[in-house]
């Protein structure tokens, strides 16, 4: 990967190469994750433009990491983006002053397109949902969107609307999960190209009349293991099939307090699926083995996480005496029985290749996870992101690939059911990986965007 550590000072090389400066506008860490994916992708174009970013939402880390220029304001606010979960975290942003850095940063886009584009090409890159979408228009100069909020699987799937669904039926009252104000942005002149997440919100929007690109989904970008896929199979595959041990991951977001709550939850589910099965389960295959992997975001406390570990009943273990590995020698491995529990802030990608099915109470974690074509069963929050209504639309997004259950205790019954099934698992692999569309998005949203701007 090529590195951007020098983007700022190379900017008058870039600038005599191509004269294409680009503005990144996003509003949220998963949204500046999406962005620095594509802008990366435009680093190893043969003329790259000049980059600078704003992100409306937090602080741009993500940016700040690679020495992208952040121009204008920025902010984070209590709500930590989650206003259109809950009205009054919207009230507690206003308090903080969200309607005065909302005021700058317009003032910012706009006062940087004016400067930028004497004797230069310009383009803005908006990336999540309407806000930076409604700013990029503001902003007088051509743009782009990449839409990662919304897909018409919230409304539809391949044979019509969800019908029995009142939140679709009314979601989709104009035609689309986008409504008129959205599409109205998107078909402006100085709209060039909209990507959405996948092939049937593409297809709708082009007969609305959207400048919309089926490339694919940049969430489905730098998911690769540490591992080649064909690990377990390279010989004797149907042995190797039988005794290896059923793994799950556990994902329970990102955002503290949140997610530790998240965490008790999940963990009660590992127990009602603990019970639920006997050593040497045929279900479990010969093994009678199951392995837990715990992926956990670098933002949160390992101690706490671990502590709530043994609070369950899980004694720790040397990392060697788990029948499964994660390149990480920081990790923590736990064991109950004949179960293993593996804690781990560096090993994401393998976490999810490696597991079966997940746990999950996470968004971006979730939807990555059933792209890979495995079930994920979802379990409803307090929030403030991942509540009953999130869970619920999240389930209609992802269809049959979401198990949604009302309690954690459930959980147990829910694995049994779908190993008993597998017919059902081989739908769930196809739909998973049609829903969330097909790796390489980045770029060929970057080559897009150069030839566009």
Known sequence: MRDLSNVSQASNTQAETSGLRLLVLSNGHGEDVIAVRILQELQRQPNPPEIYALPIVGEGYAYRNLNIPVIGSVQTMPSGGFVYMDSRQLLRDVRGGLLQL??????????????????????????????????????????????????EYYVRDESGVLKRNKSARWENFSGSIYHPWERW?????????????????????KSLRVPAFDVGNPMMDGLEPSFPTQR??????????????????????????????????????????????????????TSGTVVFLGAIASSLDSKILSGSIKAHGWRLV?????????????????KQKNAYFILTQNAYNDCLHLADMAIAMAGTA????????????TIPGKGPQFTPAFAEAQSRHLGRSIILVEKAPEVGRVVRSLFLNPDELHIIAENGARRMGKPGAARRIAECLIEKF
């Open 102 to 151: 909302t005021l700058k940063q317009i003032k910012a886009i706009r006062s940087w397109v004016k400067q930028e584009q004497l004797g230069n090409q310009i383009g803005i890159l908006a990336v999540g949902d309407i806000v930076p979408l409604l700013f990029a228009w503001l902003s007088g100069g051509n743009y782009a969107f990449v839409g990662t909020a919304k897909s």
């Open 185 to 205: 942005l998107m078909t402006r002149r100085r709209c060039k190209a909209v990507f959405p997440r996948d092939s049937l919100t593409t297809k709708i929007l």
């Open 232 to 285: 377990f199979y390279a010989t004797d595959t149907e042995q190797q099939e039988i005794i290896r041990p059923l793994i799950l991951t556990l994902l329970p977001g990102s955002r503290p307090p949140e997610a530790y709550n998240n965490w008790e939850e999940i963990l009660v589910a590992v127990s009602s699926l603990m019970g639920s099965f006997r050593e040497k389960d045929s279900i479990l295959h």
């Open 318 to 334: 040397a990392n060697d005496e788990s029948p499964v590995k994660v390149p990480d020698a920081a990790a923590l491995t736990f």
């Open 366 to 377: 979730t939807e990555q996870f059933v792209g890979l074509g495995k079930p994920a069963i």
